[in-house]
Nanobody
C-alpha cells in the first residue's frame, strides 16, 4: 500500500505564485509516475502535470509555460511551482501516484489506473 500526502495550497492573488508538494510513502518501489490533477466545481478532473520516474514530464495545455513540476525519485516527492496564476486556476489539486506512465488529459474521480490519490488541497486565485 502507498500513502500520498500533499501540502501547500491556499489563497493567492491573480498573477501570484504558489507551490505544492506531494510525498509518497509505503510500498513505493512500484511507482512509475507522480503528478497532479485538479478539479474545479462542476468540471472534470484535468491533468496539471505528471513526472515519470524516467524524468519525462507532461503538462496540461492550460498550464504550459506557467507551471513546473520537479521531483526527487529517492524521496518519492514531487513539487509543483505555479506562477502567473489566474482565477481559472482555482480548484482542488489532487496528487496521484501510480504504476502507469499514461496519464490522460481528464479522468473520473475514481480513476483506478492511477492507484493512489491524496486528499487534495484547495488553491484559490482571487483578488
Amino acid at each position: 500500500q502507498v500513502q500520498v500526502a500533499e501540502s501547500g495550497g491556499g489563497l493567492v492573488q491573480p498573477g501570484g505564485s504558489l507551490s505544492l508538494s506531494c510525498s509518497a510513502s509505503g510500498s513505493v518501489f512500484s511507482l512509475n509516475a507522480m503528478g497532479w490533477y485538479r478539479q474545479a466545481p462542476g468540471k472534470s478532473r484535468e491533468l496539471v502535470a505528471v513526472m515519470r520516474r524516467s524524468g519525462t514530464r507532461d503538462y496540461g495545455d492550460s498550464v504550459k509555460g506557467r507551471f513546473t513540476i520537479s521531483g526527487d525519485n529517492a524521496k518519492n516527492t514531487v513539487w509543483l511551482q505555479m506562477n502567473s496564476l489566474k482565477p481559472e486556476d482555482t480548484a482542488v489539486y489532487y496528487c496521484g501516484a501510480g504504476t502507469t506512465t499514461y496519464w490522460p488529459t481528464t479522468v473520473p474521480p475514481d480513476y483506478y489506473h492511477i492507484e493512489y490519490w491524496g486528499k487534495g488541497v484547495l488553491v484559490t486565485v482571487s483578488s
